[in-house]
């Protein structure tokens, strides 16, 4: 709600569990049956509901693209890629084909190496650009308080930075991932607007690295008792119990790193030169939600789809059962009839469990785990100076006709 | 009601222009075909036209309802109370409607055309194309470890627990098995160790897997009536091996399998190996990939003192028995040309029915029963 003072703004979280619940059965039933086709659509639709559910000041984001309108990118991309990503993919098949065997040569060891990192190498700067032309295309279809979000027309710069940034993180072992990150998200950033107002991402790179110190600490716990156990050629038993530790502790420190990299970022955001923001989600809460939420939805899931799968098998056994015998050993004679009639019984059952453990899975972990997580973001972010968004105005249309076709062909699309 | 005013209870209104919410107060007017919406600083009034009026749904708005209007491009009415919602929506006759962007539905159709014509270009003439160049360049032993592990894949799909589950072993039938496969082999001058075997499935069918695996369905050899006709299709089978055609045939389905998987979009994962895995098994070679094996098995047979004759015997047994069946029972009997595949076979023939027989009575027996006392059922 907004503060009195009219100065600054929390961000509401408004959804509720049934009515998403609803749209996610909804949504990815229409999805399955469709054979992916409704995916398009039900993006847009999930996407609706999740933009309108996020209100800073009590006032809903909304999501304006449409499903026909990724639909139709989606046929642009597959139009432009379809050609490329099937030699890409045989280079890869055969590549990989070379490793089965072992070279007998450093040289064509070095040739099949060369090989498989020139195909990858091809699909990377794509990947980079779907990635920049997508989030243009998110943002030219959200609007809050009516006025349009916008990205500007910069994808290339974006591809050669990304390209660059990504063999300066290789060649330093990762210890230069922070600047990579920082360097990216401030040229996409400082590329966006709200109505006039235009984003600008502050801050020094290197500040992201006290995020990143239980991923240090996490790497040492394995690396040293490896390279100590190594040298001593044996196996030590507190050696192995410290490694494990760290085995727990890398993962929860990446978890740290990402909500920590996100505080320091947003908290050097600023939007048309004053409005701020702060936000400070909590690694242990998310750990928390993520968790629970996964187990939830994948216990309660795999439970249905059982229950469901075990009374078809009862219905299916009944009816034949209800049979005379002698047509029972007729089937048995034609042993052929008999082994095609189970074998597509079976096939059957795995894909009725499946289809209902995907529809439920995947719409139950849009309540119990994506709502969950941005209603906790959501309620630790504020915006302040809010005073500033009096002399920001509608900004123009961005007419993308393929939409985030790119990255959905290259399924590299944002979460959501 | 003509002529009545009825106003509503206030509701807010972004105008679109600057992110200013106003509370504003709702009118229809005097010949009820126009929303009016005004409120203290909205300015001008806003006159929104019944028919024009759309209701964005999937709203996470609980009671409330979002409202726009097809004529006044970013401005929208947000309503909280259900009674107000519910009194918009009795007015407005076309709440639905999609206004789609004019000419959509011909960039849709163009850009469908382009995307099928692209598909088909990548899967029909450039992958296959490809693939051929490629599966002579893989080493005999690559060929050998991928055939490995796509048969173990096989197995899995086919309904075996572990490696090897599938595949029937008895002492005589072992050797029965053996003595067929060396009379066979012997005449063909090739660089794969050729490993045949039996599996316990009951369909008529028979494949070869990259590196010179040929696998018989128990349901093959219990539908032979003699094993010449066995030793046929397996000439047949070692014509494919020595071919490379099941190493084309893994090129093209991985090239094609990203397509399907990018087409398909990513809630079904393993549709990718899914599909390698059954192309493997229906094995549709291309109409001159079997022909090109039935003239090698005419050969090798004819080299083996073995009559061709029996091949074309048992196409057209099966034909009679199941018809021209598609799909589960291989390429075998899928191919269009069934019966022109056993004339030729009958012409090809060089033994005039003497010739010494692959196996003795005893054997044979040994052979159908490979699989254990699963007896199959004869003709």
């Known amino acids: 709600m907004s503060d009195a003072s009219g100065n600054s703004i929390a961000v509401d979280y408004r959804g509720s569990p049934t009515p998403l619940l609803k ?19 039900a993006r847009a639709r999930v996407r609706r509901y999740f933009w309108s559910a996020l209100a800073p000041g009590g006032d809903g984001l909304e999501y304006t693209g449409t499903g026909l309108e990724k639909f139709l990118g989606f046929l642009i991309a597959v139009a432009f890629l379809a050609v490329y990503l099937g030699l890409v993919q045989l280079g890869l098949f055969f590549a990989g084909l070379s490793l089965l065997s072992e070279a007998e040569t450093q040289a064509k060891a070095l040739a099949q190496m060369a090989g498989q990192y020139i195909t990858l190498l091809a699909v990377l700067p794509l990947i ?44 330093t072992l990762g210890l230069l991932l922070p600047l990579q990150m920082f360097r990216l998200e401030k040229y996409k950033v400082d590329r966006t607007w709200f109505g006039t107002g235009r984003f600008e991402q502050g801050g020094r790179w290197w500040t992201l690295y006290p995020a990143a110190k239980h991923v240090v600490i996490g790497i040492l716990l394995i690396a040293l008792p490896g390279v ?9 038993v507190w050696a192995i119990v410290v490694m494990a530790l760290g085995a727990v502790w890398l993962p929860v420190g990446i978890v740290y790193y990402i909500v920590h990299s996100f505080r320091v970022l947003t908290g050097h955001k600023t939007l048309n030169g004053v409005i701020r923001f702060t936000s400070l989600p909590r690694t242990g809460k998310v750990i928390g939600l993520y968790l629970l939420g996964s187990t939830a939805a994948s216990l309660i899931a795999s439970t249905v789809a ?7 098998a009862g219905v299916i056994a009944a009816a034949f059962g209800g049979m005379s015998t002698p047509d029972l050993d007729a089937m048995i004679a034609g042993e052929l009839r008999m082994d095609y009639a189970t074998g597509m019984l079976a096939v059957a059952g795995i894909a009725l469990f499946y289809i209902v453990f995907i529809v439920l899975f995947s719409a139950l972990s849009m309540v119990m785990i994506r709502q969950p997580l941005l209603a906790h973001y959501a309620a630790e972010t504020t915006i302040l100076n809010t005073e500033g ?5 509608q900004r123009a249309g961005d007419k993308m006709v393929e939409a985030e076709g790119f990255s959905d062909a290259l399924d590299v699309g944002a979460g959501i | 009601m003509t002529g009545t005013e009825t106003t509503y209870a206030p509701a807010t209104f972004y105008d679109g222009r600057t992110p200013v919410s106003h509370v504003v107060s709702l009118a229809v007017s005097d010949d009820e075909h126009l929303l009016q919406i005004s409120g203290a600083g909205l300015e001008p009034e806003h006159y929104w036209p019944l028919d024009d009026i759309r209701e964005h749904r999937d709203q ?39 206004d789609v962007a004019p000419r959509t539905y011909r960039k849709v159709a163009f850009w469908g055309l382009g995307a099928v014509a692209s598909v088909l270009l990548i899967v029909l003439v450039i992958i296959p194309a490809l693939a051929n160049r490629l599966a002579v360049l893989i080493p005999v032993e690559q060929e050998v470890a991928l055939g490995r592990s796509v048969m173990n894949q096989l197995e899995g799909l086919l309904g075996g627990e572990r490696r090897g589950d599938l595949t029937c072993s008895s002492p005589a039938g072992d050797a029965a098995l053996q003595k067929m496969v060396a009379r066979l082999a012997a005449q063909v001058d090739s660089p794969y160790d050729l490993q045949v075997r039996v599996l316990d499935n009951g369909m008529t069918n028979a494949f070869a897997v990259p590196g010179g695996q040929v696998v018989l369905f128990r349901g093959l050899i219990g539908d032979a009536t003699s094993p010449e006709m066995v030793a046929g299709v397996l000439a047949h089978e070692i014509g494919h091996v020595v071919n490379r055609d099941p190493t084309r045939l893994m090129l093209r389905a991985a090239g094609s399998a990203g397509i399907m998987g990018m087409l398909l979009g990513d809630f079904t994962g393993g549709t990718a190996i899914l599909l390698v895995s059954e192309q493997m098994v229906s094995a549709k070679y291309h109409q001159g990939a079997e022909e090109d094996a039935d003239s090698f098995a005419h050969a090798i047979l004819a080299d083996a003192g073995l009559p061709s004759a029996a091949l074309g015997e048992f196409f057209g047994q099966v034909r009679e028995k199941y018809g021209d069946v598609e799909g589960f ?7 269009p040309d069934l019966a022109g595949r056993a004339q030729r076979a009958e012409a090809a023939d060089v033994t005039a029915g003497d010739y010494t027989p692959v196996l003795s009575d005893a054997e044979w027996q040994a052979l159908r029963g490979i699989c254990g006392d699963t007896e199959v059922e004869s003709n």
């Open chain 1, 128 to 171: 980079f650009y779907a990635q920049y032309r997508g989030r243009r295309y998110i943002l030219s279809r959200t609007r809050w308080r009516g006025l349009r979000f916008g990205v500007d027309r910069a994808a290339f710069g974006y591809v050669w930075r990304g390209m660059a940034y990504t063999v300066l993180s290789i060649a």
């Open chain 1, 389 to 393: 968004l009096k002399t920001i105005t």
């Open chain 2, 329 to 335: 029972l291989s390429h075998l009997v899928s191919h």
């Open chain 1, 228 to 236: 100590m156990m190594g040298l001593r050629q044996e196996p030590v």
């Open chain 1, 306 to 312: 059982t229950l469901l799968l075990a009374i078809a």
């Open chain 2, 60 to 98: 996470a708005l609980r009671d409330g309802a979002m409202f726009g209007c097809r004529t006044d491009g970013v401005a929208r009415l947000t309503i909280h109370k259900p009674e107000t919602a519910a009194a918009i929506r009795a007015m407005c006759p076309h709440l639905s409607q999609r």
């Open chain 1, 23 to 41: 749209l996610g059965l909804a949504t990815t039933f229409l999805t399955v049956v469709t054979l992916g086709i409704y995916r398009f659509w």
